[in-house]
């Protein structure tokens, strides 16, 4: 269906134009529209006129954050979020499937991931089978308030095994064996640290996992967040991204920051930004510069 000026509704809510000439955007309407996914509607209304002021919610189609045309529309989307700060993150030991807690900053991070992903609530999360995970998403429920969100555990989106050099400082190692060498084993995709997992090894259960389990229920219109890890989410991102390996050794992923992904009818990505769009946040550094690390 398209409005008067031949653009079709969903591109002319995302160019934040009116749906057609003249229309408000109140709350009864988005309501009306968005009765399955009422909650999320009222939280846009509500914010929009807080921010806005009066009844009126003619400002929501230009949400920033795009959630209402993702509502409106019935199309499912993706959250993928890092754990917090981990205690050996901040020790910065190479921590792999080392089972370790959050650091009181990682708790911070939940809670504020869990504050920037109230607007998106989900039908259900996926998170592997190490606390740092299953701790991140406890904290980030407890901030949006889905306290009975249906989890799936999975050791398939554990972080990358580092093998021989779990627990071990990284700037020890690398005094050790050089840095070229270390940068090798972080950074490349498939050559494996000894006893350890490449980033391809890491692939190739991440990503049979994600489409045999996650995609049929994006599929199904259910939106999903997956907690995980610096590698395990780096290797879907190559996957629904389409990076190579070259584009992925100069990724990191900062630890508690949400991104969104938006789908098109038959799931090819049509947007994936980091949440708030606005703050420029994103991957923590290049290869090779001093970082928490993906570990």
Same mark, same amino acid.
């Given at each position: 269906?398209?409005?008067?000026?031949?653009?079709?509704?969903?591109?002319?809510?995302?160019?934040?134009?009116?749906?057609?000439?003249?229309?408000?955007?109140?709350?009864?309407?988005?309501?009306k529209l968005c009765w399955h996914r009422r909650g999320l509607a009222q939280a846009i209304v509500q914010r929009n006129q807080a921010q806005h002021g009066g009844t009126g919610c003619a400002s929501a189609y230009t949400d920033r954050?795009?959630?209402?045309t993702l509502f409106v529309f019935n199309m499912a989307y993706l959250l993928t979020v890092r754990h917090g700060q981990s205690v050996w993150n901040l020790e910065n030991r190479f921590t792999g499937e080392t089972d370790v807690d959050l650091s009181p900053l990682g708790e911070d991070e939940a809670r504020r991931a869990g504050q920037l992903l109230k607007p998106y609530p989900v039908d259900l999360a996926y998170t592997s089978v190490l606390k740092r995970a299953i701790r991140t998403l406890a904290i980030i429920e407890q901030q949006t308030g889905q306290t009975d969100?249906?989890?799936?555990?999975?050791?398939?989106?554990?972080?990358?095994?580092?093998?021989?050099?779990?627990?071990?400082?990284?700037?020890?190692?690398?005094?050790?064996?050089?840095?070229?060498?270390?940068?090798?084993?972080?950074?490349s995709y498939d050559v494996a640290p000894p006893r350890g997992e490449s980033l391809k090894d890491t692939y190739e259960r991440v990503v049979p996992y994600y489409t045999t389990q996650i995609e049929p229920r994006l599929k199904a219109g259910k939106n999903v967040l997956i907690v995980a890890h610096g590698? %395990? +989410? !780096?290797? /879907?991102?190559?996957?629904?991204?389409?990076? $190579?390996?070259?584009?992925?050794?100069?990724?990191?992923?900062?630890?508690?920051?949400?991104?969104?992904?938006?789908?098109?009818? %038959? +799931? !090819?990505? /049509?947007?994936?930004?980091?949440?708030?769009? $606005?703050s420029g946040a994103g991957p923590s550094s290049e290869a090779g510069l001093p970082d928490a690390g993906e570990v």
């Open positions: 269906m398209r409005g008067a000026t031949g653009v079709t509704p969903a591109l002319q809510l995302r160019a934040g134009k009116p749906w057609w000439p003249g229309l408000r955007v109140g709350e009864a309407y988005i309501t954050k795009t959630a209402l969100l249906p989890v799936v555990r999975t050791a398939a989106l554990n972080e990358r095994n580092y093998g021989a050099l779990q627990g071990l400082n990284k700037a020890e190692v690398a005094q050790q064996y050089g840095v070229a060498q270390v940068t090798l084993w972080r950074r590698n %395990s +989410l !780096r290797a /879907l991102m190559m996957h629904l991204e389409q990076l $190579s390996p070259v584009q992925i050794a100069r990724i990191d992923l900062a630890t508690g920051v949400p991104r969104l992904y938006e789908f098109d009818a %038959s +799931l !090819r990505v /049509l947007k994936a930004v980091y949440l708030p769009e $606005s």
